[in-house]
Nanobody, 117 residues
């Protein structure tokens, strides 16, 4: 019902920046939230940041002050601006779309981020 396409991952040195994008298509409802999660090698998937259509955000403590999540409602796209990257930020970043007050939870295929020391 909803397809998510992530882009923007890549290789960057510590202290550098990347911007991830995730575009949603399909049966989009107006009341929804989107977010980014990541999975480092050998570790469990964890929340990075989420944002509602109205702009309410929350972040993992590990990325506060360094990452910024935003969205373009007209384009059904969410972004993650990642600054001051650290090697521990390395992992596969997954986009998530979920509906508020309705069923629906969808995930993208993931985009790889590698931060060298």
């Amino acid at each position: 019902q909803v397809q998510l396409v992530e882009s923007g991952g890549g290789l960057v040195q510590a202290g550098g920046s990347l911007r991830l994008s995730c575009a949603a298509s399909g049966t989009i409802s107006s009341l929804n939230a989107m977010g980014w999660y990541r999975q480092a090698p050998g570790k469990q998937r964890e929340l990075v940041a989420t944002i509602t259509r109205g702009g309410s955000t929350n972040y993992a403590d590990s990325v506060k002050g360094r990452f910024t999540i935003s969205r373009d409602n007209a384009r059904d796209t969410v972004y993650l601006q990642m600054n001051s990257l650290k090697p521990e930020d390395t992992g596969v970043y997954y986009c998530r779309f979920y509906r508020i007050l309705a069923p629906g939870d969808y995930w993208g295929q993931g985009t790889q981020v590698f931060v060298s020391s």
